[in-house]
């Protein structure tokens, strides 16, 4: 019996241990302390999801006040120094909360503008500490010595430099986005971007405008009077610039590049008929210099109508993919 109560004393002991420890833990010292103002950022979050309108806005705001405030005071109470520097690890949290509190928390998520500010905010509050002498009520503004304002200077100018990076990284990303087509280039020489995956073959929406223009040039052609297909060829630059047009803006309306794309036509005359060049031309950015385009062939011939075969109608054939032509597209006849 006395075996029992002992043991059930013991377990009884050790949940009681475990709770004065969380106790412990999670108690404030004193009233003015970190963790007040971080249970203070947790009780206005909890508050601001019973609240509405504006009033919910003004408590979530504090919420976030209060989280800065409280991590700033934590990490900076036995700073923990980034290596290399002297940016204390404190610093770059604290610097991530806020860039999340200016640029993230209306959007509920990290936007690019969170991640670029970041590294500059860091080095400032990092730097701010440098500026005051004293603490608490009994802080005053001074100037820091000469070589900590060096240090001050060079340590917010490589933040500086490093969120330009991170910015240019995200340009980049978006042009590769909105431009899909730059990604066919070649950097070898460039001196900023390094191509990790293979390169494509060809501009997808270049011979996407070409595959969808030629149902609607064969349309155009096929079985028509001879005649006809000759002036309609004639006055190709029209017909294929306004049927071109429309495929570009359908196809390629989700891309801004869809202004950087023309179709032009390129006629030559052969023993049996015509050969009609469809040329998908790309007018932006290139690493070479003429640029390029892409271009499919189709072969235009006179046939005797099966139906009557005194009338001469139009028959075409056009390749099954289209080429890849660095330079300049040739001249118009």
Same mark, same amino acid.
């Given at each position: 019996?006395?075996?029992?109560?002992?043991?059930?004393?013991?377990?009884?002991?050790?949940?009681?241990?475990?709770? /004065?420890?969380?106790?412990?833990?999670?108690?404030?010292?004193?009233?003015?302390?970190?963790?007040?103002?971080?249970?203070?950022?947790?009780?206005?979050?909890?508050?601001?999801?019973?609240?509405?309108?504006?009033?919910?806005?003004?408590?979530?705001?504090?919420?976030?006040?209060?989280?800065?405030?409280? #991590?700033?005071?934590? #990490?900076?109470?036995?700073?923990?120094?980034?290596?290399?520097?002297?940016?204390?690890?404190?610093?770059?949290?604290?610097?991530?909360?806020?860039?999340?509190?200016?640029?993230?928390?209306?959007?509920?998520?990290?936007?690019?503008?969170?991640?670029?500010?970041?590294?500059?905010?860091?080095?400032?509050?990092?730097?701010?500490?440098?500026?005051?002498? =004293?603490? =608490?009520?009994?802080?005053?503004?001074?100037?820091?010595?000469?070589?900590?304002?060096? @240090?001050?200077?060079?340590?917010?100018?490589?933040?500086?430099?490093?969120?330009?990076?991170?910015?240019?990284?995200?340009?980049?990303?978006?042009?590769?986005?909105?431009?899909?087509? +730059?990604?066919?280039?070649?950097?070898?020489?460039?001196?900023?971007?390094?191509?990790?995956?293979?390169?494509? @073959?060809?501009?997808?929406? =270049?011979?996407?405008? +070409?595959?969808? /223009?030629?149902?609607?040039?064969?349309?155009?052609?096929?079985?028509?009077?001879?005649?006809?297909?000759?002036?309609?060829?004639?006055?190709?630059?029209?017909?294929?610039?306004? +049927?071109?047009?429309?495929?570009?803006?359908?196809?390629?309306? @989700?891309?801004?590049?869809?202004?950087?794309?023309?179709?032009?036509?390129?006629?030559?005359?052969?023993?049996?008929?015509?050969?009609?060049?469809?040329?998908?031309?790309?007018?932006?950015?290139?690493?070479?210099?003429?640029?390029?385009?892409?271009? @499919?062939?189709?072969?235009?011939?006179?046939?005797?109508?099966? #139906?009557?075969?005194?009338?001469?109608?139009?028959?075409?054939?056009?390749?099954?993919?289209?080429?890849?032509?660095?330079?300049?597209?040739?001249?118009?006849?």
């Amino acid at each position: 019996m006395n075996s029992l109560f002992k043991d059930v004393f013991f377990i009884f002991k050790f949940f009681q241990d475990i709770f /004065l420890g969380i106790q412990k833990l999670l108690t404030p010292p004193k009233a003015y302390s970190w963790q007040t103002f971080i249970y203070l950022s947790v009780f206005s979050w909890g508050v601001s999801y019973l609240a509405t309108g504006y009033i919910k806005d003004l408590i979530a705001f504090c919420g976030w006040l209060f989280l800065v405030a409280g #991590t700033a005071w934590y #990490t900076t109470d036995d700073p923990l120094r980034v290596p290399g520097t002297f940016m204390p690890v404190g610093a770059v949290v604290t610097g991530f909360l806020v860039s999340m509190f200016a640029f993230g928390h209306q959007v509920n998520g990290v936007t690019p503008r969170t991640i670029v500010i970041w590294p500059t905010l860091a080095a400032i509050i990092t730097a701010l500490p440098e500026f005051f002498e =004293g603490k =608490g009520s009994v802080a005053k503004a001074t100037m820091p010595k000469l070589e900590v304002r060096q @240090k001050t200077i060079i340590l917010i100018a490589w933040s500086m430099l490093i969120s330009c990076w991170i910015q240019f990284y995200f340009v980049l990303d978006k042009w590769s986005k909105e431009y899909p087509t +730059l990604l066919t280039d070649d950097f070898k020489r460039s001196a900023f971007v390094i191509r990790v995956d293979e390169k494509p @073959k060809n501009s997808k929406n =270049g011979e996407n405008i +070409l595959n969808k /223009l030629q149902p609607l040039v064969e349309q155009q052609i096929v079985n028509r009077p001879w005649s006809q297909v000759e002036r309609w060829l004639i006055d190709s630059n029209r017909q294929l610039g306004n +049927l071109g047009n429309n495929i570009i803006t359908k196809n390629l309306d @989700k891309f801004e590049e869809q202004k950087l794309w023309k179709v032009e036509p390129r006629i030559v005359n052969v023993k049996s008929g015509y050969r009609l060049d469809i040329l998908s031309i790309w007018m932006g950015p290139s690493s070479n210099s003429q640029g390029y385009y892409l271009k @499919k062939s189709c072969l235009i011939e006179p046939v005797a109508s099966r #139906t009557n075969p005194e009338n001469t109608i139009a028959e075409i054939k056009c390749d099954r993919t289209s080429k890849f032509i660095p330079g300049s597209p040739p001249p118009k006849q």
